[in-house]
C-alpha cells in the first residue's frame, strides 16, 4: 500500500530515542520530510542522520518541549525550511512514577501538566496556522493504555495522558472543517528505555527484580511479548498517511491485546 507520505512534512517531537525515534525513522521510510526534536542535540542529530540515509531531508531542532519558546522555534524553523507542515506527532517524556500520596506538593503537578498536556497544546497551536494554509493536515497525539487502564504508581501520567486524549477527541470536532484529522495512539508496553525504568521503579516498589516484573507483566498481555518500537511506529505513519483519510477522533490501541474493555 502506499500510504502517500512522499514529500509530505512531518513534525515530530521527542524523537531522539524509543517510541518518538521510530515514529520519525517509519515517516522516513515512507518518503516523508522530517522535523525532529528533542533536547539531547547529538543523539537528536544521529537519529536525523539515520532518516537521511532514506534519501529524506531532515532539520533537527534541539528543543525542550516544556519551553513554549522552544516550540515556537521548532514550528518556525521549520515552516521557514520546508514551507508549511503536513503532519504533527505530538510526543514527550513521562513523568517521573509515583502515587498521590508521593507528590505532596503542587510542582510535581504543575511539572507534568506542562510536560504531558501543556506541550501538546503548544504543538497543536503552533502548527494549526500552517495547516489552515496549506488546507489539511493530520495531527496524531501519543498518549498511552493508562487512558482507557491506570496504571499503579503513575498517578502523574495517569491523569495527564487522559487530559491529552480529551484534547484530540475535541480537536478531532473542532478542526474537522479545516479537514485537519486529529487521532490518538495508545502506546502499552513498548520496549524502550522508558519501559526499563518503569520496571526497574516498580521492582524497587516490590522488592523483586526488573525480570520478574517483566514476566508478570508479560503473563497480562494475549500477545505475550512487549511490543517493538517500530511496530508501534507503524500504527502512527498509517493514521497519519493519507490511507487514513476518513479516520479521526480515534484512539487506537497498540498494546498486543493488554486493555481488555470493548470500547
Ligand atoms: N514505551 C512505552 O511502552 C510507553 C507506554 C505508554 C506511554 N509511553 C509514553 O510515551 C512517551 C515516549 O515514550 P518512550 O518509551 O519513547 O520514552 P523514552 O525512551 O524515555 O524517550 C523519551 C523521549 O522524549 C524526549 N524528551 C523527554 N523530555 C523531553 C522534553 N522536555 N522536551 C523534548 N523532548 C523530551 C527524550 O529525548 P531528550 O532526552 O533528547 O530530550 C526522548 O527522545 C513517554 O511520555 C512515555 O511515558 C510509553
Redesign the pocket.
Known amino acids: 500500500m502506499d500510504l502517500g507520505l512522499r514529500g509530505k512534512v512531518a513534525m515530530v517531537?521527542?524523537?531522539?530515542?524509543?517510541?518518538?525515534?521510530a515514529v520519525a525513522l517509519g515517516f522516513a521510510r515512507e518518503g516523508a520530510n522530517l522535523a525532529i526534536?528533542?533536547?539531547?542535540r547529538a543523539?537528536?542529530e544521529a537519529v536525523a542522520e539515520e532518516a537521511r540515509a532514506h534519501g529524506v531531508d531532515v532539520l533537527a531542532i534541539p528543543?525542550?518541549?516544556?519551553r513554549a519558546e522552544d516550540i515556537t522555534a521548532f514550528v518556525e524553523r521549520t515552516v521557514a525550511h520546508f514551507g508549511g507542515v503536513d503532519i504533527l506527532v505530538t510526543?514527550?517524556?513521562?513523568p517521573p512514577a509515583g502515587t498521590f500520596q508521593d507528590f505532596p506538593d503542587d510542582a510535581p503537578w504543575q511539572a507534568a501538566f506542562e510536560?504531558t498536556l501543556l506541550s501538546a497544546v503548544r504543538l497543536i497551536r503552533g502548527v494549526l496556522p500552517s495547516m489552515r494554509a496549506r488546507g489539511g493536515g493530520s495531527i496524531v497525539v501519543?498518549t498511552?493504555?493508562s487512558i482507557k487502564v491506570p496504571i499503579p504508581n503513575l498517578i502523574l501520567?495517569n491523569v495527564f495522558r487522559a487530559g491529552v486524549a480529551a484534547l484530540a477527541k475535541t480537536l478531532a470536532e473542532e478542526f474537522a472543517p479545516y479537514n485537519i484529522r486529529v487521532n490518538n495512539v495508545l502506546?502499552?508496553?513498548?520496549a524502550?528505555?522508558?519501559?526499563l525504568y518503569l520496571d526497574r521503579v516498580t521492582a524497587e516498589r516490590l522488592g523483586v527484580d526488573p525480570e520478574t516484573v517483566r514476566q508478570r507483566v508479560i503473563a497480562t498481555i494475549p500477545l505475550g511479548r512487549y511490543g517493538d518500537p517500530e511496530e508501534f511506529a507503524n500504527a502512527v505513519v498509517f493514521l497519519a498517511s493519507e490511507r487514513a483519510s476518513y479516520i479521526t477522533g480515534a484512539s487506537l490501541q497498540v498494546d498486543g491485546g493488554y486493555i481488555k474493555c470493548i470500547y
Do not use: F, Y
Open positions: 517531537a521527542a524523537a531522539s530515542q524509543g517510541l518518538g525515534k526534536c528533542s533536547r539531547n543523539a537528536l528543543a525542550d518541549v516544556t510526543n514527550a517524556g513521562g510536560l501519543m498511552s493504555s501520567s502506546p502499552g508496553r513498548i524502550t528505555e522508558r519501559l
